[in-house]
């Protein structure tokens, strides 16, 4: 078995490479219409990269879908730059990434600039109210089942249990996940003898939070600047783990809770609009940067966010399998992600606040989950179909 794995990855190897002109139209159409969220994407991704152009085996797509939920960042996009390294070296890096995020970035930035002239308009609103509360059923059942499979032991649960509450009760995002990750391999009971031959793996893992620092003691002020806008965004992306749903809890502490430069109502548009659009969700950013500082906020909120993944996939791509390997690297990671489950659950409940509003938005929210949980319908007809009965509705 593994004889014929390592033929296959040869095989691969030396097929020729890819044409930038190729990666980049294949990433584009990819891009413009991977609607339905990370696991859509990455299947999207399989169905083309290895059964219709077989450009990687399905032995080496695995391995590169393991890889990316050992660093932060969104799953799909790394897949893509992943694909795009592999392909065509370090030009097919960044034509692969960027062409896989331009199309969301474009279509989201229309959205932003509709939003911020016309977000009165009674059609508009209508759209707003009704797909609010089929966002957070969406994000409820990402929630479910993500936990099913992140929390594997006792402890994990307690763990995510703690790092719930202590959110609720003011605790700091990034101190609750790190916290949680050094936590956990303590709570395995890891030897000495696995913790000193895992030592570069270990540092490899926590190479995420070594920006974390300098970018959390930075004073925000009242008004917006496009370098705060950068920074905080090129923080989210450097330590978010876990489902980019997860990005809602960041998005809810920082701008609208510590600093006031949005409104847990244009947080919730903003997740609306990420959830209709095709592409990363992580686009989020591209919406919010708009409404606060325009074209050039847009743009800095989206470099921001999306710089760390081109980053760590570079500088982690060749010694990813041996963070694979280490127990004490996977437990880090796996306290990790369900404190980021946690403070999914955390910013679920304070959003939940303000979708729910009305017997309308209550049924709405009640009738999704059912669908969701019971059928294996596309998230993204839930939205549109919410968006319609908007529009029909007011």
Same mark, same amino acid.
């Given at each position: 078995?593994?004889?014929?794995?390592?033929?296959?990855?040869?095989?691969?190897?030396?097929?020729?490479?890819?044409?930038?002109?190729?990666?980049?139209?294949?990433?584009?159409?990819?891009?413009?219409?991977?609607?339905?969220?990370?696991?859509?994407?990455?299947?999207?991704?399989?169905?083309?990269?290895?059964?219709?152009?077989?450009?990687?085996?399905?032995?080496?797509?695995?391995?590169?879908?393991?890889?990316?939920?050992?660093?932060?960042?969104?799953?799909?996009?790394?897949?893509?730059?992943?694909?795009?390294?592999?392909?065509?070296?370090?030009?097919?890096?960044?034509?692969?990434?960027?062409?896989?995020?331009?199309?969301?970035?474009?279509?989201?930035?229309?959205?932003?600039?509709?939003?911020?002239?016309?977000?009165?308009?009674?059609?508009?609103?209508?759209?707003?109210?009704?797909?609010?509360?089929?966002?957070?059923?969406?994000?409820?059942?990402?929630?479910?089942?993500?936990?099913?499979?992140?929390?594997?032991?006792?402890?994990?649960?307690?763990?995510?249990?703690?790092?719930?509450?202590?959110?609720?009760?003011g605790g700091h995002e990034l101190l609750l996940l790190l916290l949680a990750g050094l936590v956990v391999p303590v709570l395995r009971g890891s030897s000495a003898n696995t913790t000193r031959s895992s030592g570069t793996s270990v540092r490899a893992v926590a190479l995420p939070f070594l920006p974390l620092g300098l970018v959390s003691a930075h004073a925000a002020g009242t008004a917006v600047g496009l370098g705060q806008l950068f920074l905080f965004f090129l923080k989210v992306g450097s330590v978010l783990f876990g489902s980019g749903y997860v990005l809602l809890?960041?998005?809810?502490?920082?701008?609208?809770?510590?600093?006031?430069?949005?409104?847990?109502?244009? /947080?919730?548009? *903003? #997740?609306?609009?990420?959830?209709?659009?095709?592409?990363? $969700?992580? &686009? @989020?950013?591209?919406?919010? =940067?708009?409404?606060?500082?325009?074209?050039?906020?847009?743009?800095?909120?989206?470099?921001?966010?999306?710089?760390?993944?081109?980053?760590?996939?570079?500088?982690?791509?060749?010694?990813?399998?041996?963070?694979?390997?280490?127990?004490?690297?996977?437990?880090?990671?796996?306290?990790?992600?369900?404190?980021?489950?946690? /403070?999914?659950? *955390? #910013?679920?409940?304070?959003?939940?606040?303000?979708?729910? $509003?009305? &017997? @309308?938005?209550?049924?709405? =929210?009640?009738?999704?989950?059912?669908?969701?949980?019971?059928?294996?319908?596309?998230?993204?007809?839930?939205?549109?179909?919410?968006?319609?009965?908007?529009?029909?509705?007011?």
């Amino acid at each position: 078995m593994h004889a014929n794995r390592a033929v296959n990855r040869r095989k691969a190897f030396r097929t020729p490479p890819t044409p930038l002109w190729e990666l980049a139209c294949v990433f584009l159409k990819l891009g413009a219409t991977a609607f339905g969220g990370p696991a859509v994407h990455i299947a999207l991704l399989e169905q083309e990269v290895v059964r219709r152009r077989r450009w990687l085996t399905h032995e080496e797509f695995l391995d590169l879908l393991g890889a990316t939920n050992l660093i932060p960042g969104p799953n799909s996009t790394e897949m893509a730059i992943h694909i795009g390294l592999r392909r065509a070296g370090w030009p097919g890096l960044m034509v692969a990434g960027v062409c896989f995020i331009v199309p969301a970035f474009l279509t989201v930035l229309g959205c932003a600039w509709f939003y911020v002239r016309y977000a009165q308009l009674p059609q508009l609103q209508g759209i707003l109210h009704s797909v609010k509360p089929v966002v957070l059923a969406i994000v409820l059942q990402a929630l479910w089942r993500l936990a099913r499979s992140a929390i594997k032991t006792r402890w994990l649960g307690a763990v995510a249990v703690a790092a719930f509450v202590a959110n609720l009760l003011g605790g700091h995002e990034l101190l609750l996940l790190l916290l949680a990750g050094l936590v956990v391999p303590v709570l395995r009971g890891s030897s000495a003898n696995t913790t000193r031959s895992s030592g570069t793996s270990v540092r490899a893992v926590a190479l995420p939070f070594l920006p974390l620092g300098l970018v959390s003691a930075h004073a925000a002020g009242t008004a917006v600047g496009l370098g705060q806008l950068f920074l905080f965004f090129l923080k989210v992306g450097s330590v978010l783990f876990g489902s980019g749903y997860v990005l809602l809890a960041f998005l809810r502490a920082d701008l609208v809770e510590r600093w006031g430069w949005l409104t847990e109502t244009q /947080l919730l548009d *903003a #997740v609306a609009v990420g959830q209709v659009t095709p592409g990363p $969700v992580f &686009t @989020t950013a591209t919406f919010i =940067g708009y409404v606060l500082a325009g074209g050039p906020g847009a743009c800095v909120a989206t470099i921001g966010i999306f710089l760390p993944a081109f980053i760590f996939v570079a500088l982690t791509a060749r010694i990813l399998p041996r963070i694979r390997q280490s127990a004490v690297a996977g437990a880090f990671l796996d306290g990790v992600n369900v404190a980021s489950l946690a /403070l999914m659950g *955390a #910013v679920t409940w304070h959003l939940g606040r303000s979708a729910f $509003v009305d &017997t @309308t938005s209550v049924a709405l =929210g009640v009738a999704s989950a059912a669908v969701l949980l019971t059928t294996r319908l596309n998230p993204t007809w839930m939205v549109l179909v919410a968006a319609l009965a908007g529009i029909l509705l007011r």
